[in-house]
């Protein structure tokens, strides 16, 4: 069975540095293929791609948000960091951690953790 | 940047009913395309990828197709659980999603 679960905290304040850990079982990072990626929600709105990390220590960064975003892994402790610098109340979201599993070429978020909200605010 | 537009953006249908939801790509994705349902307070949850592929366990009233930039999803016969919100998702380059379908009772 796989688990994620996101943990960090709920509250931050502008311009601080988010981060954020998913603890994840199941499944390994060393693991050819294996990726975990980070996906965030603002209240009521629409799912946005932030980071993912690969098995091979390859990572992408969403173009409009890379110059923020910090994502490394720790394989032996089955966890993924994602750091976001500089936050604003508009990074306020829930922050979902998932599996991302190849298939074909490409990967796909197949298991996904509870999500953890994050709100930025003085 | 590829950008995925969904249509429509709420759905009114009725259990039983057959239920069709558009997803066009700025550009050619070939099939990197995957569907996600969303109930609320709930993490997405992965229906099909590569764009008509159906995830193990999901139900077989769901059917997605396409290629290209234009792909659909279809809800053959609309039962209680499916009352959701919907998101496509490009894997071509980097991945993006749709705005999302709001499925809700009519």
């Known amino acids: 069975q796989i688990t994620l679960k996101e943990a960090g905290p709920t509250l931050v304040k502008p311009t601080q540095t988010l981060t954020l850990t998913c603890t994840f079982s199941?499944?390994?990072?060393?693991?050819?293929?294996?990726?975990v990626g980070w996906i965030r929600q603002p209240p009521g709105k629409a799912l946005e791609w932030l980071a993912l990390?690969?098995?091979?220590?390859?990572?992408?960064?969403s173009p409009s948000l890379k110059s923020r975003l910090t994502i490394t892994k720790d394989t032996s402790k089955n966890q993924v960091v994602l750091r976001l610098t500089n936050m604003d109340p508009v990074d306020s979201a829930t922050y979902y951690c998932?599996?991302?599993?190849?298939f074909g070429a490409g990967s796909v978020f197949d298991s996904w953790g509870q999500g953890t909200l994050v709100t930025v605010s003085p | 940047d590829i950008q995925m537009t969904q249509s429509p953006s709420t759905l009114s249908a009725s259990v039983g009913d057959r239920v069709t939801i558009t997803c066009r790509a700025s550009?050619?994705?070939?099939?990197?395309l995957a569907w996600y349902q969303q109930k609320p307070g709930k993490a997405p949850k992965l229906l099909i990828y590569?764009?008509?592929s159906l995830e193990s366990g999901v139900p077989s009233r769901f059917s997605g197709s396409g290629s290209g930039t234009e792909f659909t999803l279809t809800i053959s016969s609309l039962e209680p659980d499916d009352f959701a919100t919907y998101y496509c998702?490009?894997?071509?380059?980097?991945?993006?999603f749709g705005q999302g379908t709001k499925v809700e009772l009519k």
């Open positions: 998932a599996r991302a599993a190849l």
């Open positions: 199941g499944f390994s990072l060393s693991s050819t293929g294996a990726g």
């Open positions: 990390i690969y098995w091979n220590n390859n990572h992408h960064y």
């Open positions: 550009q050619a994705i070939n099939t990197w």
């Open positions: 590569q764009a008509s």
């Open positions: 998702q490009q894997y071509n380059l980097y991945w993006t």
